[in-house]
Every structure is written in C-alpha cells, then in structure tokens.
C-alpha cells in the first residue's frame, strides 16, 4: 500500500503526525510518500513540527510559497501532479483546508488517483473565506470523506455527497492532543522561560485573512484586547505581523508578542491559560481538548458544537464583546462541565488507516 500525503501549513504537519505515526504501527506495511508543497516555510512554521513531532523529512519539498492563491494553487497543482506520475501512489491523502489541500485533489484526482480528504464536510457558510471555497471543492473531488463530527457528515449530506464515501472517525487533532500533551507536560519550558503563572494569564492567536487583511478588524480586535487585565500572550503568525506593521496597528501594552512557538510549547500555553482568545480551527478545540475556555475572534465557526456545548463564545471582530469577553478572570469554577467524546475516542489516525488499507485489499 502506497500513500501519498501532501502537507503544506502548520495545522496540516500536526495532523499529519498523528496519521503518519499510525501508518508506522499498522500491521500491514505501508510506504508514505509525503509531499511538502512549502506554503509554509519559516523554520518555525514548517521544521520545528517535523523535528518535534516525528514526521518523517518529506520525500519532496516543492518551495512553493509567498504566491497569490492562485499562484500557488497552480504551481502546487503541476508539482504534486509531476509526483503522482513518478510515484503511482493508491491514496492521496490530503488534510483541512489549504491551498496545498485543494492542489493535491485536483492533480489527484485528473489522474483517477483516489483521493481520502481528512476533516472533510466542515462549512462556515462564509464563502469569503478561501478555506471555504478548498474544502467544498476538495470535498466533491475526494473518494473517502474523514469526518470529525456529525455536523460534517449532514453538511456533506445537505451537498449530495454520497454516504457511501464518508466515515464518521473522530478528530484527529484529539488524538494529537492526547499523546503530545502528555509529551508537552514532559519537555516544555514555555512558562518558566516567559515567566508565566498558572491560569494568570490569556493566550491569544490571530491568523485568519478576515482579521488581518481588514485594517478595520485587527484594529477593533487589538482595541478588544486591550481591555484584559491580565497579561497576554501571542504567538504571531508572520502574516499578522506584516499586517500590523503595514497598517500601523498600535499593539496594546499588555499584549507581549512572540514568534510563533513549538506545538509542544503551544499546547503547554493553552493548558494553562485562563482563556484562549483566537480566530484558528484549531486552537478552537485544543481550548477544550485541554479544557480551557475560549473565545473565538471570528463571526461565525466550522466547530459548532463548542458553542452549543458553552466552550467557546464568538465575539468576531467587535471591541465591545471582546472587551467584555476578555476579563474572563473568574471563568474558573464557572465553566459548563466538560462534555466527552465530542470529537471522537482519540483513535481517528488508526481508524484512517484501516480504513484506507481495507480498500487497497478489497481493490487486489
Ligand atoms: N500552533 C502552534 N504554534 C503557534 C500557533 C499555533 O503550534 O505559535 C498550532 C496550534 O496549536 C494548532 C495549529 O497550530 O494545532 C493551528 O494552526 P493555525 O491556527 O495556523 O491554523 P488553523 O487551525 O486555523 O487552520
């Protein structure tokens, strides 16, 4: 069984790791062939996942990076379609949301490659959001849909996307947080090297092309921020940065920026913050996986089922609920209790990989 894995950005080398730790233990052998599209590229947002979290070093890096979408999806496309042909792989398994996402199923997909989609059926409704656009065409691309939850298997179902093709498994970023949470427990030093108490202080992120291509936007939400009265903490994607300096945004006092950190740092810092301000997919459930609150600096979320549940609060781009949001000090005690199994048992990487290893014998 060959299996050809296309990663790109931060999110996707962590879900990645998971998979790719199962393939490993499977019984069956299976040889991964991964392919780095290079969307993202600074050491700390590409290598520092594969060193810390056991990803085997790419079998091709394609560089490509820095793009418009449309660059970058065109010039993933024609690299990832240059491996195909060359490998013959049985899968192609892409991960979320990317362009690299989008990129690995169109080429896949042309050269009747069968294509297994991981956090497939997610909507926000919000057709703005590129994110939106790569999941519903890498959705109607895909021969096997791995689903988090059921939401995502209605909203594929309201598409007329065949139950035939989709899997209900589990999140797979729960798994992540299970195993590499008792790893971060071990080996980060994050609190002590900022100095940092206990739930005495907010984690903040900020990514989304929503938030920080709208001067507007960043704006309100650096105003929202500045309410906290406690520290704040924010590792800064390298866009945000830009944008900051670009619009010449005036980062509150209490905001202390930081390069962005290690996942094991970064789980280390959501364990133990008081509450977690951000507009990222992820740090959205690893807020609850780690059973933090969280408030969610967007309009609307794929992951619903946190706001049903009162683990996430969404208070978008205004200052006035984010200020009021933000003093979040006494949250302790006053949380909804943590509901189980929301995203699944924690096993979804193995589940994948039977998955995919059941259709490659029933193929023969
Ligand atoms: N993350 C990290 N270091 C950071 C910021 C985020 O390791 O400085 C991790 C975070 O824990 C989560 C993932 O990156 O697992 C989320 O990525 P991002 O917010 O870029 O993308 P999204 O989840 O919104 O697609």
């Given amino acids: 069984m060959k299996i050809c894995t296309?990663?790109?950005?931060?999110?996707?080398?962590?879900?990645?790791?998971?998979?790719?730790?199962?393939?490993?233990?499977?019984?069956?052998?299976?040889?991964?062939?991964?392919?780095?599209?290079?969307?993202?590229?600074?050491?700390?947002?590409?290598?520092?996942?594969?060193?810390?979290?056991?990803?085997?070093?790419?079998?091709?890096?394609?560089?490509?990076?820095?793009?418009?979408?449309?660059?970058?999806?065109?010039?993933?496309?024609?690299?990832?379609?240059?491996?195909?042909?060359?490998?013959?792989?049985?899968?192609?398994?892409?991960?979320?949301?990317?362009?690299?996402?989008?990129?690995?199923?169109?080429?896949?997909?042309?050269?009747?490659?069968?294509?297994?989609?991981?956090?497939?059926?997610?909507?926000?409704?919000?057709?703005?959001?590129?994110?939106?656009?790569?999941?519903?065409?890498?959705?109607?691309?895909?021969?096997?849909?791995?689903?988090?939850?059921?939401?995502?298997?209605?909203?594929?179902?309201?598409?007329?996307?065949?139950?035939?093709?989709?899997?209900?498994?589990?999140?797979?970023?729960?798994d992540a947080a299970l195993y590499y949470g008792r790893m971060a427990e071990q080996c980060s030093q994050i609190l002590a090297m900022l100095d940092l108490t206990k739930k005495k202080y907010v984690l903040a992120t900020l990514h989304r092309q929503e938030n920080v291509d709208d001067p507007e936007r960043l704006d309100n939400i650096m105003q929202g921020l500045a309410a906290s009265h406690l520290p704040i903490v924010m590792p800064l994607h390298p866009r945000t940065r830009n944008r900051l300096q670009e619009f010449a945004i005036t980062v509150p006092a209490s905001v202390k920026i930081l390069d962005p950190v290690g996942y094991l740092d970064m789980v280390m810092l959501e364990k133990n913050a008081v509450l977690i301000a951000t507009d990222s997919g992820g740090v959205q459930k690893e807020a609850y996986f780690h059973k933090t609150p969280c408030i969610t600096l967007r309009d609307e979320t794929e992951w619903l089922e946190l706001v049903e549940i009162g683990w996430n609060t969404l208070v978008g781009a205004d200052v006035q609920r984010i200020q009021k949001a933000i003093n979040f000090d006494n949250a302790i005690g006053n949380q909804p209790d943590w509901v189980e199994n929301v995203y699944g048992d924690g096993k979804a990487g193995e589940k994948i990989t039977s998955s995919l290893i059941e259709e490659g014998k029933q193929a023969i």
């Fill in 6 to 174: 296309v990663i790109g950005a931060r999110p996707q080398f962590i879900k990645a790791a998971v998979v790719s730790r199962a393939f490993r233990e499977h019984a069956t052998p299976v040889q991964e062939v991964i392919v780095h599209t290079g969307q993202h590229f600074d050491a700390n947002m590409s290598q520092v996942f594969f060193e810390e979290l056991g990803i085997p070093h790419p079998n091709y890096n394609l560089g490509i990076g820095g793009g418009t979408h449309g660059q970058n999806t065109g010039r993933m496309i024609e690299g990832i379609e240059q491996v195909l042909l060359q490998e013959k792989p049985d899968w192609l398994l892409v991960y979320g949301d990317t362009d690299s996402t989008l990129a690995g199923a169109l080429a896949a997909v042309k050269l009747h490659i069968s294509v297994a989609h991981v956090e497939a059926g997610l909507r926000s409704f919000n057709r703005k959001m590129p994110e939106e656009i790569n999941r519903i065409l890498t959705d109607h691309a895909a021969d096997r849909l791995f689903t988090p939850t059921k939401t995502a298997v209605n909203n594929l179902s309201n598409e007329g996307i065949s139950v035939s093709k989709v899997q209900n498994i589990g999140d797979v970023m729960y």
